[in-house]
């Protein structure tokens, strides 16, 4: 028995220390440091810990007393419970961090069908789900917004079920996730945009960090939401490159709206490939200056060309 005691001693004391050592580490850090935390991210973390744990110890008491070893149909529901419960639209740890591959599809045919960007926009942590998910399917459709529900202004929604009691009125659900985890909502009536400017721009730019398209000063389109749509050809001379077009408001003090485009979620070397891309510039009260620029945001060499710029109003 002394030998089976050592076999089953070190492993379970192994992973006790290390599961308290954690715990310990973390408080630690955020009393002694102001490191935050999520509890219920490191709760999940450590659970990988603490179910490890559960075995061992129930072999180590199954040593001293055989009929212990019945307790380990206690844990047989766990392994089932994941099984029957899984989910792979979505990511397990977070929903929030995937994205259905089909809602995607929906919007990239979406976009062939209306022949523009599409405008989405997408609630909590979304973004980056939105992004890999475009990336890896090499869909050409816009980044996501982020969770602007304020204005039904965006073509499609993508929105967790806790962000589900927002306003989204002149919505319908199109597809959902298992358990209805995650909702794709459509705008009932399609947007009606009106431009009101059309220009061709430099025939070829090639900055080392910023390019402005667009910038509104004073009272012009003041008030008004716009779509500022940005079309032309990319190249880039290196993947480390990252490259963007961005849409901000801002007062007299500080940026109060920003948004962006990553190009390289597109792909990840454009070799003069044509890119389209729309944002929104929303019309904060108290916006006095409004920009759409290009953002070079490594410095690594690039260049434009055929760009064209498009100013879009909602025509109701």
Not at 111 to 129: E, F, M, S, W, Y
Not at 256 to 267: A, G, K, N
Not at 273 to 278: H, I, N, R, W
């Amino acid at each position: 028995m002394l030998g089976r005691d050592r076999e089953w001693r070190g492993p379970l004391m192994v992973l006790c220390a290390l599961l308290w050592t954690e715990v310990a580490l973390r408080v630690a850090l955020n009393h002694l440091f102001g490191v935050n935390y999520p509890e219920d991210r490191a709760a999940f973390q450590l659970l990988v810990l603490f179910l490890l744990a559960g075995p061992f110890a129930v072999d180590a008491l199954a040593s001293v007393q055989r009929r212990w070893q019945w307790s380990a149909l206690a844990l047989l529901p766990i392994p089932l419970t994941t099984l029957a419960n899984l989910n792979l639209e979505v990511a397990m740890n977070n929903l929030e961090q995937g994205v259905p591959e089909r809602f995607i599809k929906y919007a990239a045919a979406k976009q062939k069908a209306l022949g523009r960007p599409l405008v989405v926009a997408g609630g909590g942590q979304l973004i980056t789900g939105w992004a890999f998910g475009l990336f890896a399917g090499g869909e050409m459709v816009n980044d996501m917004e982020m969770e602007l529900f304020g204005q039904s202004a965006q073509d499609l929604r993508v929105v967790p079920y806790f962000l589900m009691d927002r306003p989204h009125r002149d919505y319908a659900i199109v597809d959902s996730t298992k358990r209805q985890a995650m909702y794709l909502l459509e705008r009932k009536t399609p947007l009606n945009l009106k431009m009101v400017l059309d220009s061709a721009l430099a025939d070829a730019i090639d900055p080392k960090d910023f390019h402005n398209f667009l910038e509104l000063r004073g009272d012009r389109f003041k008030g008004v939401m716009l779509y500022v749509r940005v079309s032309g050809d990319l190249s880039v001379d290196t993947r480390s490159g990252q490259v963007m077009v961005i849409a901000d408001e801002r007062d007299s003090e500080r940026r109060i709206h920003w948004d962006e485009t990553d190009l390289m979620h597109e792909r990840a070397v454009w070799n003069g490939e044509a890119f389209d891309v729309m944002r929104r510039l929303p019309a904060n009260p108290g916006a006095t200056e409004r920009y759409c620029y290009l953002w070079n945001v490594t410095g690594a060499p690039m260049k434009a060309t055929a760009l064209r710029l498009r100013v879009y109003v909602l025509d109701t």
